[in-house]
């Protein structure tokens, strides 16, 4: 027989279900954005085809990171944080033609996206009730008393902090954000620019080995490894190195500011986080 604790459901804060509705509201706009940009551009070309596509994928994103507010997950925040600044460079790269003044339903569109974006970041981190709500894990496999079940588990890893979790997450879009200008570089070889097949086959496969170096280093981040917190700097700097002259080479300036810029912007942050956390975790002075 089940009893009325047992039957009533959980009201969520009124704060979170805000959350949600304006994550919704943020996906449509990211669309409705892009689209826009695409019909007033002069030059629907494939750079621009593929940023577009690439932008629009965020909305996703957004749909994505719902799920994790509904459910109460401790990754929200970073992953919030990290998808609304990249969200705002990918969009912002594309409002700017290569010629001329930004189309004003572009310009009106990006800044109404921004104010989106700057409310759910405020929304994840200054509210009191979605911190307090975000504070559950991912269910495993829990085998306890000879049994086995299906349950939500603290992970066993040492406790990390908050920037820790936005570095990670920040240096897991290192690749995509290598990979987008790689292709849009690849269309430059269908236009007979032969002599870019090697540099832009070895752009992809560095953007490619990337995502497990990145894999490789936030996994040992998250036991609280030092060296692992040495060899993510020494990636993101790497990337850096390796990105940024390929976007000058193949793409010109034009490319080095709109496929570079949110690399760069993804950088900061994550190197940000990790003195951050590294400050967090040293120990506080002792007073004379």
Same mark, same amino acid.
């Given at each position: 027989?089940?009893?009325?604790?047992?039957?009533?459901?959980?009201?969520? =804060? +009124?704060?979170?279900?805000?959350?949600?509705?304006?994550? *919704?509201?943020?996906? *449509?706009?990211?669309?409705?954005?892009?689209?826009?940009?695409?019909?007033?551009? =002069?030059?629907?070309?494939?750079?621009?085809?593929?940023?577009?596509?690439?932008?629009?994928?965020?909305?996703?994103?957004?749909?994505?990171?719902? #799920?994790?507010?509904?459910? #109460?997950?401790? %990754?929200?925040? =970073?992953?919030? $944080?990290? $998808?609304?600044?990249?969200?705002? !460079?990918?969009?912002?790269?594309?409002?700017?033609?290569?010629? %001329?003044?930004?189309?004003?339903?572009?310009? /009106?569109? !990006?800044?109404? &996206?921004?104010?989106?974006?700057?409310?759910?970041?405020?929304?994840?981190?200054?509210?009191?009730?979605?911190?307090?709500?975000?504070?559950?894990?991912?269910?495993?496999?829990?085998?306890?008393?000879?049994?086995? +079940?299906?349950?939500?588990?603290?992970?066993?890893?040492?406790?990390?902090?908050?920037? $820790?979790?936005? +570095?990670?997450?920040?240096?897991?879009?290192?690749?995509?954000?290598?990979?987008?200008? *790689?292709?849009?570089? #690849?269309?430059?070889?269908?236009?007979?620019?032969? +002599? *870019?097949? =090697?540099?832009?086959?070895?752009?992809?496969?560095?953007?490619?080995?990337?995502?497990?170096?990145?894999? !490789?280093?936030?996994? !040992?981040?998250?036991? %609280?490894?030092?060296?692992?917190?040495?060899?993510?700097?020494?990636?993101?700097?790497?990337? $850096?190195?390796?990105? /940024?002259?390929?976007?000058?080479? /193949?793409?010109?300036?034009? %490319?080095?500011?709109?496929?570079?810029?949110?690399?760069?912007?993804?950088?900061?942050?994550?190197?940000?986080? &990790?003195?951050?956390?590294?400050?967090?975790?040293?120990?506080?002075?002792?007073?004379?």
């Amino acid at each position: 027989m089940r009893t009325a604790a047992e039957t009533t459901e959980v009201r969520r =804060p +009124s704060a979170v279900r805000a959350l949600t509705t304006l994550l *919704a509201v943020t996906a *449509a706009a990211t669309v409705v954005v892009e689209l826009l940009n695409w019909w007033y551009a =002069p030059e629907q070309e494939f750079g621009l085809a593929v940023r577009t596509g690439w932008a629009m994928l965020r909305s996703l994103g957004f749909l994505v990171l719902i #799920g994790h507010v509904n459910r #109460g997950r401790t %990754g929200a925040r =970073p992953f919030g $944080l990290i $998808l609304a600044v990249t969200t705002v !460079f990918a969009v912002g790269r594309l409002v700017v033609p290569r010629q %001329g003044v930004p189309p004003l339903p572009g310009l /009106l569109g !990006f800044g109404l &996206l921004t104010a989106l974006c700057v409310a759910v970041v405020a929304l994840l981190y200054r509210s009191d009730a979605v911190g307090g709500h975000l504070v559950r894990h991912r269910k495993t496999l829990v085998v306890e008393g000879g049994t086995i +079940s299906w349950r939500e588990s603290a992970p066993k890893r040492p406790p990390v902090t908050g920037w $820790l979790l936005t +570095s990670r997450v920040a240096a897991f879009t290192y690749s995509p954000l290598m990979l987008v200008p *790689a292709l849009v570089a #690849g269309g430059s070889i269908l236009d007979g620019r032969l +002599s *870019a097949v =090697p540099a832009v086959l070895f752009w992809f496969v560095a953007g490619i080995a990337v995502s497990y170096l990145v894999l !490789f280093c936030t996994l !040992f981040l998250m036991r %609280g490894r030092a060296w692992a917190r040495t060899m993510l700097v020494a990636v993101t700097l790497g990337v $850096l190195a390796v990105d /940024l002259p390929l976007c000058w080479w /193949l793409l010109g300036l034009d %490319g080095l500011i709109r496929d570079g810029g949110p690399l760069v912007a993804a950088a900061t942050l994550a190197l940000y986080g &990790l003195r951050r956390a590294a400050r967090a975790a040293e120990p506080p002075p002792v007073p004379a």
